[in-house]
C-alpha cells in the first residue's frame, strides 16, 4: 500500500527554468511533510519541509506548497542549475508516529544547459 | 567531522549467507534507522532503535535482524530469509525522536547476490 504517491518519476528541466515535483497522500493523520534530496551514491538529505498550517513555505530558490483539503503537495524549483540535478523524495509522518517517515517513490530531476 | 559511517560501500552475498551492515555514528544520536532503497521503490523502514538495547520493527523486518548494544552503533544483518536482499541499504539517525527531526543518512552500502 503506497501512502505517498510521487510524481513524475523523472524530469528534464532546462537551466533557469522551473522544476516541479508532485506528492499526493492518503492518511488524513499526515501532519508533517518533508522533502530530501539525495545526490548519486549518497544518502538523502533534509532540503525544506512544511506542516499543514501553512499553505506554502520558501526557502531560497526551493517552495513547498501544500493543498489539504486536496491532500497533495509539491517542490518547485525556481531558476533551476545543473547542480540540483538529484533524486528528490517526499516523505511523511503521523503527530505521535515519532520519527517515522513514509516516503514517495523518488523524482530524478536533470537539469541541462 | 561528525557523521555516520556505513561500512562496507558494497557487499555480496552468497545463496544461504548471512551478512551484516555496519552503521557507526558519532553525532551522539538518541535514535538510528534502517532503510532500503529500491530504483522507483523509494525508501523503506526496516527497523529502528530509539535508545540503547530497544528496537522495533519497520515495515519490511522480515528476514532482517538487528542490534543496539551501543548508542553509536546499529549494526543490520541480512539472513538468508531474505530472499531477495539486492538493494541499497541506507543508515540514518535522529538527535532525539519527535517527528520534525532532521534525518541524517550515511552514504549506504550496495548489496548484491551473487
Known amino acids: 500500500q503506497q501512502q505517498v504517491k510521487q510524481s513524475p518519476q523523472s524530469l528534464i528541466v532546462q537551466k533557469g527554468g522551473i522544476s516541479i515535483i508532485n506528492c499526493a497522500y492518503e492518511?488524513?493523520?499526515?501532519?508533517?511533510f518533508p522533502w530530501y534530496q539525495q545526490f548519486p551514491g549518497k544518502g538523502p538529505a533534509l532540503l525544506i519541509a512544511?506542516?499543514?498550517?501553512?499553505s506554502e513555505k520558501k526557502e531560497g530558490r526551493f517552495t513547498i506548497s501544500f493543498n489539504k483539503s486536496a491532500k497533495q503537495f509539491s517542490l518547485h524549483i525556481m531558476d533551476s542549475q545543473p547542480g540540483d540535478s538529484a533524486t528528490y523524495f517526499c516523505?511523511?509522518?503521523?503527530?505521535?508516529?515519532?520519527?517515522?517517515?513514509?516516503f514517495g517513490t523518488g523524482t530524478q530531476l536533470k537539469v541541462e544547459l | 567531522d561528525g557523521g555516520i559511517t556505513q561500512s562496507p560501500k558494497y557487499l555480496f552475498r552468497k545463496e544461504g549467507q548471512n551478512v551484516t551492515l555496519s552503521c557507526e555514528q558519532n553525532?551522539?544520536?538518541?535514535?538510528m534507522y534502517w532503510y532500503r532503497q529500491d530504483p522507483g521503490q523509494g525508501l523503506r523502514l526496516i527497523y529502528y532503535s530509539q535508545i540503547v538495547n530497544d528496537f522495533q520493527k519497520g515495515d519490511i523486518a522480515e528476514g532482517y535482524s538487528v542490534s543496539r548494544e551501543k548508542k553509536e552503533s546499529f549494526p543490520l544483518t541480512v539472513t538468508s530469509a531474505q530472499k531477495n536482499p539486492t538493494a541499497f541499504y541506507l543508515c540514518a539517525s535522529t538527535l532525539g525522536t519527535s517527528q520534525s527531526e532532521k534525518l541524517f543518512f550515511g552514504s549506504g552500502t550496495q548489496l548484491s547476490v551473487l
Open positions: 516523505a511523511a509522518s503521523e503527530n505521535g508516529g515519532g520519527n517515522k517517515l513514509t
Open positions: 512544511i506542516r499543514p498550517d501553512v
Open positions: 553525532l551522539n544520536h538518541d535514535a
Open positions: 492518511n488524513t493523520a499526515f501532519d508533517y
